[in-house]
T-cell receptor, first 114, second 115 residues
Framework: AQTVTQSQPEMSVQEAETVTLSCTYD???????LFWYKQPPSRQMILVIR??????QNATENRFSVNFQKAAKSFSLKISDSQLGDTAMYFC???????????FGQGTRLTINP | DVKVTQSSRYLVKRTGEKVFLECVQD?????MFWYRQDPGLGLRLIYF???????EKGDIPEGYSVSREKKERFSLILESASTNQTSMYLC??????????????FGPGTRLTVL
């Protein structure tokens, strides 16, 4: 079975700082996908970024980037120049290739302070 | 934009009641999912459906059932609600059952309290 672990229940940084959220996973599969989802307070969950395991290049979406270390089974999210609107719960998630089911981590509550 | 809607944002029910949670998506997605979200546990998959009248158990199906009679609608049923089913319930949908994973789009959630 696949598991996803987010070891930081809560984090807090000042606006404009850079913050890194950690995620590790466990799987015996070789082909899979990793995701970061964001759930703002009282708003719908949205996809932030995704990474295909077969790609060595780390995914980037504007201020959001990942550090994917396949051998270490690590998938961290870096948010640069953090903004107040980045305040949210962040979930790391895993999906085996060919399946459509996501396995989520426990979540990290991120607060950006003015 | 993809829109996933859920019938209620907040719901309060009594132990033993039959509870229906409804989810509707408007983008002709094939896959639909029901998760429950609990603090410290993240999201856990209850059931999912990849086609009309098709369903598969997720990781925590006990105490729940589902119904998908139309492509756009996926219902979660609590046959006899219990206090340990107090939780946030999230519905999601994604486009297809092809090998490449499609983005899951989430509804706003239903916070269910069972007294």
């Amino acid at each position: 079975a696949q598991t996803v672990t987010q070891s930081q229940p809560e984090m807090s940084v000042q606006e404009a700082e850079t913050v890194t959220l950690s995620c590790t996973y466990d799987t015996s599969e070789n082909n899979y996908y990793l995701f970061w989802y964001k759930q703002p307070p009282s708003r719908q969950m949205i996809l932030v970024i995704r990474q295909e395991a077969y790609k060595q290049q780390n995914a980037t979406e504007n201020r959001f980037s990942v550090n994917f270390q396949k051998a270490a089974k690590s998938f961290s999210l870096k948010i640069s120049d953090s903004q107040l609107g980045d305040t949210a719960m962040y979930f790391c998630a895993f999906m085996i290739q060919g399946a459509q089911k996501l396995v989520f981590g426990q979540g990290t509550r991120l607060t950006i302070n003015p | 934009d993809v829109k996933v809607t859920q019938s209620s944002r907040y719901l309060v029910k009594r132990t033993g009641e039959k509870v229906f949670l409804e989810c509707v998506q408007d983008m002709d997605h094939e896959n639909m999912f029901w998760y429950r979200q609990d603090p410290g546990l993240g999201l856990r998959l209850i059931y999912f459906s990849y086609d009309v009248k098709m369903k598969e158990k997720g990781d925590i199906p006990e105490g729940y059932s589902v119904s998908r009679e139309k492509k756009e609608r996926f219902s979660l049923i609590l046959e006899s609600a219990s206090t340990n089913q107090t939780s946030m319930y999230l519905c999601a949908s994604s486009l297809s059952t092809s090998g490449s994973p499609d983005t899951q789009y989430f509804g706003p959630g239903t916070r269910l309290t069972v007294l």
